[in-house]
């Protein structure tokens, strides 16, 4: 829910300041310099990263839920719900990356209108920001498989134990 009303709130300072200044978007030295393809290589790094990464913890909730969680309907469920929540952000982010590359090429069809550059540079920076509250949500599930998998234990620690 913050990061709903997170979002709100920023596209509403966004639209509030393209409506009232736009200048203050459209001339800003900083996204001058850096919504262009500036801003594409670093959205498809932070892509191809967090999909790995959505890649990889999904792969480690299927194996705790196969060995630890197998007679739990709770716990399967809020695996499903953790992996489903998972999914969204990581569409979050590719669909983001696809709006900005569309955005951009808007940008650079009317350069010299500054009511669209403004529109573009706020979107620009919306779905930035967009990209970092899913990571914040990716890495914070990543933070509780750790500490999930040491509250219940590895498969790893029980066959070294009855090699001993």
């Known amino acids: 829910m913050v990061k709903v009303i997170s979002l709100i ?20 030295a900083f996204l001058v ?8 290589a670093l959205m498809a ?3 191809t990263v967090t999909l790995a990464s959505v890649a990889n913890i ?21 695996a499903a ?9 990581a569409w979050y982010i590719f669909w983001g990356f696809t709006l900005t590359i569309a955005v951009l090429l808007v940008k650079g069809l009317n350069a010299e209108d ?3 550059v403004a529109i573009s540079n706020g979107i620009v920076v919306w779905t930035l920001f967009l990209f970092i509250l899913c990571m914040h949500d990716i890495y914070k599930v990543v933070f509780g ?6 509250a219940v234990g590895s498969d790893d620690d029980d066959s070294s134990n009855l090699q001993s």
């Open 9 to 28: 709130a920023l596209a509403t300072v966004i639209a509030v300041t393209v409506i009232c200044k736009p200048e203050w978007l459209a001339e800003n």
């Open 33 to 40: 310099g850096f919504a262009n393809h500036e801003v594409l």
């Open 45 to 47: 790094v932070i892509l």
């Open 58 to 78: 999904h792969m480690t909730l299927n194996r705790i839920v196969a060995r630890r969680f197998n007679n739990n309907v709770k716990l399967k469920t809020a």
């Open 81 to 89: 719900d953790v992996k489903g929540e998972l999914k969204d952000n």
């Open 114 to 116: 500054t009511l669209i």
């Open 145 to 150: 498989i750790a500490d999930l998998e040491m």
